[in-house]
């Protein structure tokens, strides 16, 4: 039994063994596309929003935070990267874990990636609702009635997260090259209103606003950072495309850590220029801080509409990709039996999963509808760390168990880069609540169940 739950699959038979009932997904996404899917996952609330609560932590420090946190994300990204471009099929670190760790612990990171992804996408649908109010009273001074536009305590259904899931729910199943291109435009966009924001800021930094830099010391840089890290979340999301990108070896890791470091670029600069006009009291006072910090810094009060809109769009992308991450994943899961094969049936035109896909949206669509979020949301960060962990112990397996294996991609300085991954994850998980890790533990102990009633017997490793 000991033999059978950490049996690993080899990588040949990962990348030979790719079709379902003949059908196979399509090879469709270059390599703009797809760093474009990383940057679509990544720049969301993080940077509109958790700003403000990493200002208050750190003061202007949080510019520092923002650094902090982008480097714990590269060393993991590097791993990634190795691993994407040796194995270039879909499911991320559910797949690599498959072949370095075995089918137990495998089965384990895929279970906490499909529920952190589909609570995300939840969570983050239901903050679009509030955007869409927030652009329409910046823009024409309305806004919907709270019965329809927010979840229960506040409201009753919160139709328009039901809406932004469902019509991203058809992009996907329609095909991943259409999603891939609606993604680019609404990437393009987001980075415009960025640059604008920093173009404005640089007319009016005030470098008072800079002083004391770090209030409260070092600790208060790396409490920031471990909330920060949420905004970065999402890099990861384009190793789930392995599978459908048109040259993998090469594109996905240009794909994963150039994402990662237009976005660390991005955030650095809208972070000076956010302290730089405003002061970090404006931020962390504001659940607008960006549109904060232009209307009492450079007192351009139109500026609302522009970064509402600009929110509402980066939003809907990292809901996109997140959504289509979680269908890649329970597809490779569903190809291994561990989950029933019968979902990852692949339509004949679109070559997408159209079955799972539906599904899932439909699920995401109702939780987030009816249940409110806000306390779940903390179990983002903790089972994406968990998952980068296990990614950077991959790597080093491998080299033990595989050392001749043709690595397109090479982390550099292994061991040290993903020893310093593990550590950063490990450090900045430690800094989350007892009650996050209480959560967590329940989610896993679920997952352990149901792969004893189900996966334990249908894995089609055995068979
Ligand atoms: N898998 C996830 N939990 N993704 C959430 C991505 C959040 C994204 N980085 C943001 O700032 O909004």
Not at 24 to 39: D, E, F, H, I, S
Not at 125 to 146: E, K, R, S
Not at 151 to 179: F, M, Q, W
């Amino acid at each position: 039994m000991r033999r059978r739950l950490f049996a690993t699959r080899s990588v040949d038979s990962l990348v030979a063994d790719t079709s379902v009932d003949g059908q196979a997904l399509k090879r469709a996404v270059g390599p703009v596309q797809l760093t474009a899917l990383g940057v679509g996952a990544v720049i969301g609330t993080g940077i509109f929003v958790v700003i403000g609560e990493g200002a208050a932590l750190a003061g202007p420090g949080v510019i520092f935070a923002f650094v902090l946190a982008g480097l714990a994300c590269l060393f993991s990204a590097l791993s990634y990267a190795e691993l994407a471009s040796s194995m270039p099929v879909s499911g991320s670190a559910y797949t690599y874990t498959y072949a370095t760790l075995g089918e137990l612990v495998a089965w384990i990171i895929g279970w906490d990636l499909i529920l952190e992804y589909g609570v995300a996408v939840a969570a983050i649908a239901v903050g679009w609702g509030g955007n869409v109010n927030a652009f329409l009273d910046a823009t024409f001074g309305v806004t919907l009635p709270a019965a329809i536009s927010q979840s229960p305590p506040d409201g009753t259904v919160n139709l328009p997260a039901v809406l932004v899931v469902l019509v991203i729910t058809a992009l996907l199943a329609l095909g991943v090259r259409e999603s891939a291109r609606v993604n680019l435009v609404m990437v393009v966009v987001k980075l415009a209103v960025l640059i604008f924001f920093i173009v404005v800021a640089c007319t009016a930094i005030r470098t008072g606003n800079f002083t004391p830099l770090l209030p409260e010391g070092g600790d208060g840089v790396v409490s920031a950072a471990a909330i920060i890290f949420f905004a970065f979340i999402g890099f990861d999301a384009v190793t789930c495309g392995s599978e459908e990108a048109r040259n993998p070896a090469k594109d996905l890791p240009i794909a994963i850590i150039g994402s990662l470091v237009i976005c660390t670029v991005f955030y650095v600069l809208v972070s000076i220029g956010a302290i730089g006009i405003a002061g970090a009291g404006t931020l962390s006072g504001s659940d607008a801080p960006l549109a904060a910090a232009l209307s009492e810094g450079a007192g351009i009060t139109w500026a609302a509409a522009i970064l509402a809109f600009g929110a509402l769009v980066a939003i809907t992308s990292v809901v996109l990709v997140i959504l289509y991450g979680q269908t890649r994943i329970f597809f490779s899961m569903c190809r291994d039996g561990l989950l029933p094969r019968r979902l990852a049936t692949l339509h004949p035109r679109f070559g997408t999963p159209v079955m799972l896909t539906v599904g899932l949206g439909l699920l995401i669509s109702v939780l987030a509808a009816l249940v409110p979020l806000s306390e779940i949301v903390r179990l983002t960060n903790i089972g994406t760390l968990f998952a980068f962990v296990l990614v950077n112990v991959g790597v080093l397996v491998l080299r033990r168990t595989r050392p001749d294996m043709p690595r397109p991609y090479r982390v550099p300085f292994s061991p040290v880069l993903p020893l310093l991954g593990i550590g950063f994850a490990i450090y900045l998980m430690a800094d989350l609540p007892a009650s996050t890790w209480l959560r967590f533990g329940l989610w896993l102990l679920a997952g352990v169940v149901i792969y004893a009633l189900y996966g334990y017997r249908h894995s089609r490793l055995r068979s």
